[in-house]
């Protein structure tokens, strides 16, 4: 079995054995690419084997390449200690209710800057300790719903999340926050507006691109507005919460079933598509941009529909796609298939034959576009015409992973294809709109004169 110390083995284990010192001490490297001081972190057991990654002063980690180092002497050492400090949080008279539903991950976490450690916050108390500036907004609860990284979010987390917001709601909260991982996070607010219908208090899902312990992390900042819409704002929709632009002026709220992320990394990596924001949101409120929008009500009558067939695919369409990846899903029991098609919604002849096969066999299969933002047009030339004629069914301008999420709701409650077609072809929360506005698609390109002028005026 492979000698491993906290993470560390093959050439960086033999490097800290060579130099005698130990992770989570303070320690000066120096190598042939310069000096870095900073405190050693552990690694994961999956890493490789020819680095040594340094907490610096700075908040940031880098790795070191051990065969660059030529001498490393360690400066102190401190136990780490996991456990973030707590304080009670404190009861407001007169501000609203909130509760932080947990999936994964951590919304708020801090650094123990003494030994380098990455503490994550989860509890009332240790949120309190970590975002002070909460108990100025709303009186807080959290509940761990369960503990999964966001791509392994699904079904059957969809539904448990619709019931207990369903239970919250009847509690008499007046706000819920959902924290989540951001590769999904967009996946499971479609999910959520079609099982919670009607709501009468903001669900927001609210995330962070960077980790706690950057000094460039929008965790913080992030809970604190998604805080702010939940118990001050009135729109009562499940909505996104996440950077507006990538500096910290303000947060934007998008509708659950028009956001999509577009960066891997940038902290403004969540955008409305095809439409715009419901709102902006800072620490001062809410300021609507959207002009329709469920209101907020003093109720709690809210419509929990947990329903979701799992036997639903969304293919991605591209050049010279064979049939059997159709007939595959057929011969598994898929039920539904969304298909990204190009253009205004099409796919090529080749794989016409098995369209026929999958509808034949009662599958149903909706036509959405890859390019996102638009509409499917299937009746402006002969392949879409065609493509209709086999039972593919354009769905308006849902976004690809909309429909995908909508059609394994619908297939949840009935297998009836024209009721499925109904149900699908009816807009719950803008998931299809009458027109797309003029401001609606905004792709700016640099590099071009006016574009410049306006990154230099306004910001990125």
Known sequence: MTES???????????????????????????????????????????????????????????????????????????AHYKIPEKEFPYTEGLPKVKLLGTGGTIASRLDYRTGAVIPAFSPGELYGAVPELADICNLDTEKVFAVFSENMGPSQYKKLAITIGEEIEKGTQGIIIGHGTDTLHHTAAALTFMCQNLPIPVVLVGSQRSSDRPSSDAALNLMHAATAAGHGDIAEVMVCMFGPTSDEYGLLHRGTRVRKMHSSYRSTFRTIGDVPLGTVTRAGVTHIHSVFNKRRNDHNVKILPYFEEKVAIVYYYPNMQPDIFDSLVANG????????????????????????????????????????????????????????????????????????????????????????????????????????????????GGIPEVEEFIRRVHK
């Open 5 to 79: 110390i906290q993470g560390y083995k093959g050439e960086a284990l033999a490097t800290i054995k060579k130099y005698n010192v130990r992770v989570w001490s303070d320690t000066l490297i120096k190598s042939s690419r310069g000096e870095f001081k900073g405190i050693i972190l552990p690694r994961s057991e999956n890493d490789d084997t020819t680095h040594i990654v340094l907490k610096l002063a700075t908040g940031y980690n880098v790795g070191v390449d051990v065969h660059t180092i030529t001498e490393m002497t360690e400066l102190g050492y401190k136990e």
């Open 334 to 445: 898929y039920k539904g298939i969304v298909i990204a098609g190009t253009g205004l919604g099409h796919v090529n002849k080749l794989i016409y034959p098995a369209i026929k096969r999958a509808a034949a066999a009662g599958v149903a299969i909706y036509m959405t576009v890859q390019t996102l933002w638009g509409y499917v047009h299937m009746f402006v030339y002969d392949t879409g015409r065609d493509l209709m004629s086999m039972g593919i069914v354009p769905a308006e301008n849902m976004l690809p992973e909309v429909a995908y999420i909508k059609l394994g709701w619908v297939l949840g409650q009935t297998s009836d294809l024209e009721k499925v077609k109904e149900m699908m072809l009816t807009p719950v929360s803008g998931e299809i709109t009458r027109g797309e506005p003029y401001n609606g698609y905004l792709i700016y390109q």
